[in-house]
């Protein structure tokens, strides 16, 4: 079975992209609003969830990504999520870390340093790497 990874960003260029970039190794469900991104998220409870910050209907302030962020980890600890966005604060950043992100990327980002992220953040590839320690 492929991990499964949400996609959350209000450009659907970039949700499909990462959609067809990402469809061959892993499950992808995209969403372009925070309440897609919720019924989403608690249907398919995805390994990885990737969000972008800057969501409707706040297109200026990271306050409704922060929301999703939080919601997502109150309900789904075991989900990894990588935050992508343009409002790359220091602060805002930090935010993410505490609210439970494991990875920050600035837009626009390089697409293999995003893949290398998902692929450390994999349950498949945790359990590969636990496999050849044992």
Same mark, same amino acid.
């Given at each position: +079975?492929?991990?499964? %990874?949400? /996609?959350?960003?209000?450009?659907? *260029? %970039?949700?499909?992209?990462?959609?067809?970039?990402?469809?061959?190794? @892993?499950?992808? /469900?995209?969403?372009?609003? +925070?309440?897609?991104? #919720?019924? !989403?998220?608690?249907? @398919?409870?995805?390994?990885?969830?990737?969000?972008?910050?800057?969501?409707?209907?706040?297109?200026?302030?990271?306050? /409704?990504? +922060?929301?999703?962020?939080?919601?997502?980890? &109150?309900?789904?600890? $075991?989900?990894? #999520?990588?935050?992508?966005?343009?409002?790359?604060? $220091?602060?805002?950043? $930090? =935010?993410?870390?505490? !609210? &439970? *992100?494991?990875?920050?990327?600035?837009?626009?980002? =390089?697409?293999?340093?995003?893949?290398?992220?998902?692929? !450390?953040?994999?349950?498949?590839?945790?359990?590969?790497?636990? *496999?050849?320690?044992?």
């Amino acid at each position: +079975m492929k991990p499964r %990874i949400l /996609v959350v960003d209000d450009d659907e *260029a %970039i949700t499909q992209q990462l959609y067809w970039t990402l469809c061959d190794e @892993y499950d992808v /469900v995209t969403a372009n609003d +925070m309440q897609t991104a #919720i019924r !989403r998220a608690t249907f @398919y409870k995805p390994d990885i969830s990737i969000l972008d910050l800057q969501l409707p209907p706040e297109l200026d302030s990271p306050a /409704v990504g +922060m929301r999703l962020l939080e919601y997502i980890k &109150g309900h789904l600890p $075991q989900t990894r #999520i990588l935050i992508m966005s343009s409002h790359d604060s $220091q602060e805002t950043q $930090q =935010e993410c870390f505490d !609210r &439970g *992100a494991d990875e920050f990327f600035d837009k626009p980002f =390089e697409i293999e340093e995003l893949l290398a992220s998902i692929c !450390r953040l994999s349950p498949v590839h945790r359990l590969e790497l636990i *496999a050849q320690i044992v």
